[in-house]
């Protein structure tokens, strides 16, 4: 078999959207791209195409490897590979340079999520040095308590973004950073109450997502989040509220204690200290 990596800027994004079909096509959950979903993830999740790479088996497009960056940490945001291009050394050998390459950027670590129950994806990053920070768990909830005592104040998202980044976990998922929440705009919404603050999704839509919830240090354990996210529901009844699949464990207590029930995808947060990575 005749392997070369290529730099995924040598593709116009329409053949990267295909093969990244290609790849998802069988996935676990199902994933399927178009251009603008495409556009929106290089800008959301900081997708570096330049540090991107396609793998050609044979002279035939065979997967892709899309790379985000952030300072002295890169993320593989996305690994696909066709079919027939499986459980040959394909993935090995991409990782493999991957790591290299960031390497001789000069960063220093590497992260990813990668799907529970994806076997042998998980043998393949922990085969590269990848180890498991945590557990990342989704949860869904419909219907809302009583309201909560408080008043909630909007604010901006970037706000939250600079909260979430001066209070929140050092090693947040990629997604649930702060530099990624600051991203984001309407539709999406920030809310305060209290030393509490909380970050969701469209509130037009039926199913509302929860991105960020950060409470100021001093004030934790006092149940500022839970009457936050009380409220917040209250404010807006008849919506499901979905937790996705990157909240940590951590977390757990506050949304089990709401009601949320657990669903069965779950990711594992992996991380490579490139620096002692071998070549």
């Excluded at 085969?127 to 909560?148: N, Q, T, W, Y």
Aim: proline residues 6%; charged residues 20%; hydrophobic residues 45%.
């Amino acid at each position: 078999m005749n392997l070369s990596i290529q730099s995924a800027t040598d593709r116009e994004p329409a053949q990267l959207v295909a093969l990244l079909n290609r790849g998802f096509g069988d996935y676990l959950v199902p994933i399927a791209f178009d251009v603008p979903m495409f556009y929106h993830m290089i800008r959301h999740d900081g997708v570096d195409l330049g540090a991107s790479r396609v793998v050609q088996c044979d002279g035939e497009d065979a997967g892709v490897a899309l790379i985000a960056r952030r300072g002295w940490t890169s993320r593989l945001a996305g690994m696909a590979l066709v079919p027939e291009a499986r459980g040959q050394g394909v993935g090995r050998r991409l990782m493999d340079q991957l790591i290299a390459e960031a390497r001789a950027r000069g960063e220093r670590a590497m992260v990813l999520e990668v799907i529970e129950g994806n076997a042998a994806a998980v043998r393949l990053y922990e085969a590269c040095g990848f180890g498991r920070v945590r557990r990342l768990f989704s949860c869904v909830r419909s219907g809302a308590d009583a309201p909560a005592p408080g008043d909630l104040i909007e604010i901006d998202l970037r706000e939250l973004a600079r909260l979430v980044t001066a209070y929140g976990l050092p090693d947040l998922p990629w997604q649930l950073s702060g530099e990624t929440l600051a991203q984001m705009g309407p539709p999406g919404r920030a809310y305060q109450m209290g030393d509490a603050w909380v970050g969701i999704s469209n509130l037009d839509a039926p199913h509302v997502g929860i991105r960020a919830v950060v409470v100021q240090p001093a004030a934790r354990r006092q149940g500022q989040a839970t009457r936050l996210l009380q409220a917040v529901m209250t404010r807006y009844p008849g919506k499901t509220w979905h937790v996705p699949a990157l909240c940590p464990e951590e977390f757990a207590p506050l949304f089990e204690g709401l009601g949320f029930e657990r669903q069965s995808l779950a990711q594992w947060q992996m991380a490579l200290d490139i620096t002692g990575a071998r070549s």
